[in-house]
């Protein structure tokens, strides 16, 4: 369940002067980064967790020094910005992170995530510089965002995007130490091969390099005899011990379960980023999803861009003569403008409904915007007794908005990763609509360990079929004695009978000489700052949010919003302090959608970047080895 991840940015300058580079990437939003160094040559130099402004500081007044330097900054918990100073000509130099990644497993296969492009994020509210024109010395960040008055780190969130054929490249290959059989291993965007080798199964991609437009989805699906029904992993580190605890609910049909009448509100967007293929697919999606209701359904379309559109005053029932008029609206939806989220959350969680229909929203987008926090409070606070389903729609769709998003929403969530894709992924989603939620959940934990774990989810969450419960688990070393974590719950059949049913792990003190499951301790800080990052959307004081997460990153050595990794060579290498220009790295855009072009000054010809994605080594999961190689020349940026 968890994945030890080797990713190495290679920076070249091609050019005659000395360079600054700045690189903007993705990765997944569960990546928890805790290493980095920067190599010149055959010289290391490791890098150092600090506070953000203590490393900012320390990094400027390093490349002010003209020594060779690398700062590495989290954006989002999915975005991140690597700047590498003081480049000379002619220069390599390698950066390498390296991170813990928690693997998702639902409905029988386990999947590993690696963003490698985005999709570029809208900025709603009021630009600031209306409020204030000397407003421009206060922005940091180099990309082509309006700084708002809800995002005012536009620039840092808004790389600049390339066209064509040219651009960033990777290699990538895995070895997966599953301790099960494995059916088949595929990835959705790529074509794989792969084979068993002493126990691991090795994993290369049929092309040597991969052109970075599209995510990397891989998914390894165990035999039916080996999957998984609950499983604990567990690492002693410091004081504590830590455990990483799986609970798969009970697999039900929903036809043998109570039926339950739903109001379902469909909600897809159709602003600039969804243009091209996107809005393709999310329109059949959405049609697929339609196409499916029940005459005891009611149901309603709300589409949103700048501005939003509801199908019908109120939800209807779902008769074909409804669903034709619905598909007919659908059909005509067009891509364009901003994406203005909120009014259609509020249009969709806000209405009411008939009483005793379960309330369900649908939403479908690529979440291509740059106020999420903004996003989950409103969710958080509108939801009432709804559920929110999202489906990310794209080759490069913001998956830490479509995960917290249902996460907030106390639903679940699809990624529609190309055409191909639909029908799988929807018929799931809809699937999980269908089956009630499995009701009356309780944890039970040995006495020792109730009043001393740190649990994360704190509450638990809604389950569906097919979805497991994931635990992060905190104690003190040796709190308590041997025992069982045990999930109960209910399921409704069809006669109206409640069934009780459990699952249920064994825990134990860990001991000297026990197996130490690595990545386990940070993993669980990883899910603590997200908690504490909540805390903050939902209106906690940021001071009292920042010093927590302090407490906790810094001594697990992650980078997080309030912490960076910098890393310093002593020696001055531009000695004449010769300025240095900036070189942004620019993103391939997302396979199959359409951006407008904004005109920008040009560039002097220069670095030639290549990101590397080095090897990737782990315990159930071990991908290594990835390069991506990216290369910079002057044009047109590109934005949504």
């Given amino acids: ?27 997944n939003e569960n990546a928890a980064i805790n290493s980095m160094e920067m190599r010149i040559g055959d010289r290391i130099i490791r890098g150092q967790i600090k506070p953000k402004a203590e490393a900012k500081e320390a990094f400027e007044a390093a490349k002010k020094a003209g020594k060779k330097a690398s700062l590495t ?29 928690q693997v998702d497993y639902r409905d029988g296969k386990f999947t590993f995530h690696l963003p490698t492009t985005l999709t570029p994020r809208y900025s709603p509210g009021i630009p600031l510089n209306q409020f204030n024109e000397n407003i421009e010395a206060e922005i940091s960040g180099t990309g082509w965002g309006e700084p708002t008055d809800q995002v005012p780190d536009a620039r840092a969130i808004t790389p600049f995007m390339r066209e064509g054929n040219e651009g960033p490249q990777l290699t990538f290959n895995a070895t997966l130490n599953t301790g099960l059989t494995l059916n088949s291993v595929t990835s959705r965007n790529h074509r794989v091969n792969w084979s068993e080798s002493t126990g691991n199964y090795l994993v290369t991609f049929n092309q ?17 005899s080996s999957a998984p029904q609950a499983a604990i992993f567990t690492e002693s580190k410091g004081q504590h011990d830590y ?92 891509a364009g403008g901003g994406t203005e989220m909120a009014p259609a959350l509020n ?41 929110l389903f999202t489906v990310g729609i794209g080759s ?34 809809l699937y999980k609509l269908e089956s009630p939620v499995l009701s009356d959940l309780s944890l039970t934990l040995p006495a020792g360990y109730a009043q001393s774990a740190e649990i994360y989810p704190s509450k638990i969450p809604d389950l569906y079929a097919g979805v497991p419960l994931l635990l992060n688990v905190k104690l ?67 001071d009292e949010v920042k010093q927590d997460i302090l407490a906790v990153a810094l001594p697990h050595k992650l980078i997080t919003e309030f912490t960076s990794f910098v890393a310093i060579e002593e020696k001055i290498a531009n000695t004449q302090r010769i300025p240095s220009s900036t070189e942004n790295v620019r993103n391939l855009m997302p396979q199959g959608t359409q951006f407008r072009q904004i005109s920008y000054p040009q560039t002097a010809a220069g670095v030639s970047e290549h990101a590397v994605l080095g090897m990737i080594a782990i315990l159930l999961l071990s991908l290594f080895h990835s390069i991506a190689f990216l290369r910079n020349k002057g044009g047109t940026r590109l934005a949504p």
């Fill in 1 to 27: 369940m968890i994945a030890h991840v080797t990713y190495s940015q290679k920076f070249t300058n091609t050019s005659n002067e000395w360079k600054h580079a700045v690189y903007t990437f993705p990765l």
């Fill in 73 to 101: 900054e989290q954006q989002r918990p999915n975005l991140f910005t690597q700047q590498v100073a003081n480049i000379a000509p002619g220069e390599e130099i390698m950066v390498t992170l390296q991170y813990v990644q």
């Fill in 208 to 224: 040597s390099n991969i052109k970075m437009d599209r995510d990397i989805w891989l998914e390894w699906q165990p035999s039916p």
């Fill in 243 to 334: 455990a990483l605890v799986m609970l798969m609910p009970p697999q039900v049909k929903s036809q043998d379960l109570q039926d339950f009448d739903r109001d379902i509100t469909f909600v897809i967007d159709t602003s600039g980023s969804m243009g091209g293929r996107p809005i393709v697919d999310a329109k059949e999606s959405l049609q697929l999803a339609i196409d499916r209701l029940s005459e005891k359904d009611r149901f309603n379309v709300v589409a949103f861009n700048n501005d939003t559109t509801r199908l019908f005053e109120t939800s209807v029932e779902g008769t074909t003569r409804n669903k034709q008029y619905a598909r007919d609206f659908v059909k005509h939806l067009n």
């Fill in 347 to 387: 249009a969709a969680l806000k209405r009411t409904t008939t009483k005793d229909f379960i309330k369900q929203v649908v939403f479908i987008t690529d979440g291509a915007v740059g106020n999420e926090a903004a996003l989950f409070s409103q969710i958080k606070n509108e939801l009432g007794d709804a559920r």
């Fill in 396 to 429: 490069a769709p913001n998956s830490y908005f479509m995960t917290r998003a249902a996460q907030f929403g106390l639903g679940s969530y699809v990624f529609v990763r190309n055409t191909a894709d639909i029908k799988q992924q929807m018929d799931s989603l």
């Fill in 476 to 542: 003190p070393h040796n709190a308590g004695t041997s025992g069982k974590i045990t999930l109960q719950g209910t399921l409704v059949d069809k006669q109206g009978t409640a069934r009780e049913w459990t699952r249920s792990v064994a825990i134990s003190p860990t001991s000297t000489g026990s197996t130490q499951h690595l990545g386990v301790a940070t993993a669980w800080a990883r899910k603590k700052v997200a908690a504490l990052m909540d805390e903050k959307a939902l209106g906690r004081n940021v």
